[in-house]
């Protein structure tokens, strides 16, 4: 009878510790995954503190402090504005530039020249990268401030503000230089293009002259087999042709 108790109770103990276990392992990694944040974050502090190019006076630490509260609730509403431009605006470049490919490949499908195209389209994706990756550590910087402990280290508020400026600063002229080079450079590419699939359509659709027949019996010419004496009319667009456009 013992054997059979025993046999029970290590049937229904079994479960308990399985799930006892899974969720031991679930806490661990849950807290080895918030001390890699913190510590990651420490690291991104320290980086800002040591770019600060004016060290602020205790005084200005100590009124900072005072202020810590009001100054995070900001920026943590802040963030929740940055973090849904940064996604549509990376993703809005993105499409431009898979576009672009896209645009690229039925060029060349059609023997139309895409080397100038090839070029402006590797230059903005090179602009595009850089942007995205300026973007996410404006967005970092400003996530960083709002969260870390201000009251004991307003130091670390300044810095990592004064980093998420520095970062603005870039994002500015870089979304200047990729505007430039999508309405100045990509659309004056686009337009030469065009003009090329008209030229490559005018020429599948010419039709080649031919003499005036003569009649077979009279050896005259028959003037109701002549041409019309005006010109074919020839359509200025390309018929079923790939119109090029880019949008910003």
Same mark, same amino acid.
Do not use: W
């Given at each position: 009878?013992?054997?059979?108790?025993?046999?029970?109770?290590?049937?229904?103990?079994?479960?308990?510790?399985?799930?006892?276990a899974? %969720? &031991?392992?679930?806490?661990?990694?849950?807290?080895?995954?918030?001390? +890699?944040?913190? !510590?990651?974050?420490?690291?991104?502090?320290?980086?800002? /503190?040591?770019?600060? $190019?004016?060290?602020?006076?205790?005084?200005?630490?100590?009124?900072? /402090?005072?202020?810590?509260?009001v100054?995070?609730?900001?920026?943590?509403?802040?963030? &929740?504005?940055?973090?849904?431009?940064?996604?549509?605006?990376?993703?809005?470049?993105?499409?431009?530039n898979?576009?672009?490919?896209?645009?690229? $490949? +039925?060029?060349?499908? /059609?023997?139309?020249?895409?080397? &100038?195209?090839?070029?402006?389209?590797?230059?903005?994706? +090179?602009?595009?990268?850089? %942007?995205?990756?300026?973007?996410?550590?404006?967005?970092?910087?400003?996530?960083?401030?709002?969260?870390?402990?201000c009251?004991?280290? =307003?130091?670390?508020?300044?810095?990592?503000?004064?980093?998420?400026?520095?970062?603005?600063?870039?994002?500015?002229?870089?979304?200047?230089?990729?505007?430039?080079?999508?309405?100045?450079?990509?659309?004056?590419t686009?337009?030469?293009?065009?003009?090329?699939?008209?030229?490559?359509?005018?020429?599948?659709?010419?039709?080649? +002259?031919?003499?005036? =027949?003569?009649?077979?019996?009279?050896?005259?010419?028959?003037?109701?087999? $002549?041409?019309?004496?005006?010109?074919?009319?020839?359509?200025?667009?390309?018929? !079923? !042709?790939?119109?090029?456009?880019?949008?910003?």
């Amino acid at each position: 009878m013992n054997k059979y108790i025993k046999f029970l109770l290590a049937v229904l103990l079994i479960p308990i510790t399985v799930v006892i276990a899974l %969720f &031991t392992a679930q806490i661990l990694s849950s807290d080895a995954h918030v001390v +890699a944040q913190q !510590g990651n974050m420490q690291q991104r502090v320290e980086q800002y /503190k040591s770019s600060l $190019q004016n060290q602020p006076s205790k005084g200005d630490l100590d009124k900072l /402090k005072l202020r810590c509260s009001v100054a995070q609730d900001r920026l943590k509403t802040f963030n &929740t504005k940055v973090v849904g431009i940064k996604q549509k605006r990376i993703d809005a470049y993105n499409s431009i530039n898979k576009s672009l490919d896209t645009l690229i $490949q +039925a060029l060349k499908a /059609k023997s139309i020249a895409t080397t &100038t195209l090839e070029q402006n389209s590797k230059d903005l994706k +090179a602009k595009t990268d850089v %942007f995205a990756t300026d973007m996410v550590s404006f967005s970092q910087a400003i996530e960083d401030a709002s969260s870390l402990d201000c009251a004991n280290d =307003p130091l670390a508020l300044m810095a990592s503000i004064e980093s998420a400026r520095g970062n603005h600063v870039k994002l500015i002229q870089e979304v200047a230089d990729i505007r430039n080079e999508i309405n100045n450079v990509i659309k004056t590419t686009l337009k030469q293009v065009k003009d090329d699939l008209v030229t490559q359509q005018k020429a599948s659709t010419a039709t080649p +002259a031919t003499d005036n =027949p003569a009649n077979p019996t009279t050896g005259t010419v028959d003037n109701n087999s $002549q041409p019309n004496s005006q010109s074919p009319d020839i359509s200025t667009q390309p018929q !079923g !042709g790939v119109t090029p456009n880019a949008t910003q």
